[in-house]
T-cell receptor, first 114, second 111 residues
Framework: DAEITQSPRHKITETGRQVTLACHQT?????MFWYRQDLGHGLRLIHY???????NKGEVSDGYSVSRSNTEDLPLTLESAASSQTSVYFC?????????????FGQGTRLTVV | GQQLNQSPQSMFIQEGEDVSMNCTSS?????WLWYKQDPGEGPVLLIA?????ELTSNGRLTAQFGITRKDSFLNISASIPSDVGIYFC???????????FGKGTKLSVKP
């Protein structure tokens, strides 16, 4: 069965370290997204990609970067982790056009920056 | 930025009761989606709506796409304990998958 997986599920890192969260989907979807979820804020879009070599900034992109070298993967990098980036991160993917625009989510990565 | 106003923020209900929650926006959306999130898990899609006025059911769940395209509601009939979780609405303006999410409705069900 096609799926979307995130790794690691839990991560503790120190302030100032570079951290990369992995997202891999086997749906062959063109669209991929990274969200962060914080109490009181719901899901906020960090970065998104509509295809290979395409990346775009979302609502809360400062301090984060992504790259899209193939269809299946969209790794999220925190260049220099800060305590404000402690959060639960969700990756999602969806079809590019037409009626099938539903996004499917991974199980999340809980990141703690100490 | 764009916002979806989702209400209520939380609900405490008795098992067997019906539940209603809604989302409103000042902007028009082409697609409305409803997700459920269990603790420690990612959101799971419940219902997708694509046409203004559309009413769609999924078991005990019913959702409608408002005629003005600026709102949607989700009803859950005869709630059961496993309905507990956070329900999110999400709207899509264009044909690409850049969703705007509401802040969620946390549902608690007393047996």
């Amino acid at each position: 069965d096609a799926e979307i997986t995130q790794s690691p599920r839990h991560k503790i890192t120190e302030t100032g370290r570079q951290v990369t969260l992995a997202c891999h989907q086997t749906w062959n979807h063109n669209n991929m997204f990274w969200y962060r979820q914080d109490l009181g804020h719901g899901l906020r879009l960090i970065h998104y990609s509509y295809g290979v070599q395409d990346t775009n900034k979302g609502e809360v992109s400062d301090g984060y970067s992504v790259s899209r070298s193939n269809t299946e993967d969209l790794p999220l990098t925190l260049e220099s982790a800060a305590s404000s980036q402690t959060s639960v991160y969700f990756c999602a993917s969806s079809e590019s056009t037409g009626m099938n625009t539903e996004a499917f989510f991974g199980q999340g990565t809980r990141l703690t920056v100490v | 930025g764009q916002q979806l106003n989702q209400s209520p923020q939380s609900m405490f209900i008795q098992e067997g009761e019906d539940v209603s929650m809604n989302c409103t926006s000042s902007s028009i959306f082409n697609t409305w989606l409803w997700y459920k999130q269990d603790p420690g898990e990612g959101p799971v899609l419940l219902i997708a709506l694509y046409k203004a006025g559309e009413l769609t059911s999924n078991g005990r769940l019913t959702a409608q796409f408002g005629i003005t395209r600026k709102d949607s509601f989700l009803n859950i009939s005869a709630s059961i304990p496993s309905d507990v979780g956070i329900y999110f609405c999400a709207g899509l303006r264009g044909s690409q998958g850049n969703l705007i999410f509401g802040k969620g409705t946390k549902l608690s069900v007393k047996p």
